[in-house]
C-alpha cells in the first residue's frame, strides 16, 4: 500500500514563497508519476503540476507556470512544490498525488490513485 504524507503549508503574504513536499511510503517510487493538485473552498480539485518518472517529463497547470516548480528526490521518496510569487488566488489544501500510469502526465484527478491527506495554504493580500 501506498502512503503520501505531505508537509509544508502555511500562511504567507502575496508574493512571498512557500515550499511543499511530499513523503511517500511504500512501493518503489520511481515507478509512479507524482503530481500536485489544489481545492479551494467552493471550487473542485485542480490539477497544480506533476513529473513523471522520467524527469523530462513535467507539465504546469498554466496558471502556476513560472511561479511553481516540482521536483523529485527518487532517493529520499520524496516530491516537492517550490511556490514563489503567491497569490491570493493560490489559496487552497494542496494534495499529492500518485499515478501508475508514468509515460506521459495526465492532468485529470480521476486517474490519479493515491493520494495524500492535503496541506492547507492560505495567501493573504
Known amino acids: 500500500q501506498v502512503q503520501l504524507v505531505e508537509s509544508g503549508g502555511g500562511l504567507v503574504q502575496a508574493g512571498g514563497s512557500l515550499s511543499l513536499s511530499c513523503a511517500r511510503t511504500?512501493?518503489?517510487?520511481?515507478?509512479?508519476?507524482m503530481g500536485w493538485f489544489r481545492q479551494a473552498p467552493g471550487k473542485g480539485r485542480e490539477f497544480v503540476a506533476a513529473?513523471?518518472?522520467?524527469?523530462?517529463?513535467?507539465k504546469y497547470a498554466d496558471s502556476v507556470k513560472g511561479r511553481f516548480t516540482i521536483s523529485r528526490d527518487n532517493a529520499k521518496n520524496t516530491v516537492s512544490l517550490q511556490m514563489n510569487d503567491l497569490k491570493p488566488e493560490d489559496t487552497a489544501v494542496y494534495y499529492c498525488?500518485?499515478?501508475?500510469?508514468?509515460?506521459?502526465?495526465?492532468?485529470?484527478?480521476?486517474?490519479?490513485?493515491?493520494w495524500g491527506q492535503g496541506t492547507q495554504v492560505t495567501v493573504s493580500a
Open positions: 498525488a500518485a499515478d501508475l500510469y508514468t509515460i506521459g502526465v495526465r492532468t485529470d484527478s480521476s486517474y490519479y490513485k493515491y
Open positions: 513529473q513523471t518518472e522520467r524527469e523530462a517529463l513535467t
Open positions: 511504500g512501493q518503489t517510487f520511481s515507478t509512479y508519476t
